[in-house]
């Protein structure tokens, strides 16, 4: 991944750092029709690039990764425990890219039909560009250029970690969609029992705010 020019490079990054305190074990691993919910983020990035990075919290059991060939890393160091931003620093400091789209790890309606929607806005001379349904923003289903690396390297030093305050700070481009399954998140037993046991999608479906 790492010797090859940056230019037109887009990287993958999956977001599977936090605790799935809520949930009560790891998320990443809940299953949806047999099949893991990374996976589906997996597969959804790997319908838009080959180069894919799976940002992983300190316990996870990497037998299952390694199993699948997957790239994964932890956050750095410095950063663990800090949130996503932490997740998409770690990526941009170690693998080069012009642009990187992200994605969760617990999103298992998630589908690249979306993510290539993003992709349109790329050349809009945004530095992020950002879904939003009925008016929730979706950093974390997202794509950012890497000139907001040493920013968000900034908010990281200064404690600011939400997604919410940084992307503000950037050239942001928010594109409403309208797929509402698309964006649900799994974060509760409840939420598992709802979405996934009964199938008991939108328009019951609430998307969790970003914090
Ligand atoms: N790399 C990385 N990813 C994170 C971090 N914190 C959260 N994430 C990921 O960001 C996404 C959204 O986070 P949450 O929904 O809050 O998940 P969580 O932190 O595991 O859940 P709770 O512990 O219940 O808050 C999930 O895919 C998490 O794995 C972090 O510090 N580093």
Same mark, same amino acid.
């Given at each position: 991944m790492g010797d090859e020019s940056s230019v037109n490079k887009m990287i993958g990054i999956v977001l599977? *750092? *936090? @605790?799935s305190k809520r949930f009560g @074990? =790891?998320?990443? +691993?809940a299953k949806r029709n047999g099949k893991e919910f990374i996976l589906y983020s997996i597969e959804a990035l790997q319908c838009i690039t080959k180069d894919v990075v799976v940002v992983i919290? =300190?316990? %996870? &059991?990497?037998k299952w990764l390694q199993r699948n060939q997957l790239t994964y890393i932890q956050d750095l160091e410095l950063y663990q425990g800090k949130g996503p931003l932490a997740g998409i620093y770690s990526v941009m400091s170690q693998f080069k890219s012009e642009w990187y789209i992200v994605l969760p790890? &617990?999103?298992? +309606? %998630?589908?690249a039909h979306l993510l290539k929607k993003l992709q349109?806005?790329?050349?809009? *001379?945004?530095e992020a560009i950002v879904p939003s349904v009925h008016g929730n923003i979706q950093p974390l289903i997202a794509m950012y250029h890497h000139r907001v690396k040493e920013k968000i390297r900034w908010h990281l030093e200064q404690n600011k970690l939400s997604m919410k305050h940084f992307l503000p700070s950037i050239h942001t481009r928010y594109v409403e969609i309208n797929d509402d399954d698309a964006f649900i998140n799994i974060n509760t037993k409840d939420e598992y029992d709802q979405y996934i046991v009964h199938n008991n999608l939108f328009p019951q479906a609430s998307f969790s705010k970003t914090k």
């Open positions: 599977a *750092g *936090g @605790q @074990q =790891p998320k990443a +691993f919290h =300190p316990e %996870i &059991d990497t790890c &617990d999103t298992p +309606f %998630i589908n349109l806005y790329r050349n809009d *001379g945004c």
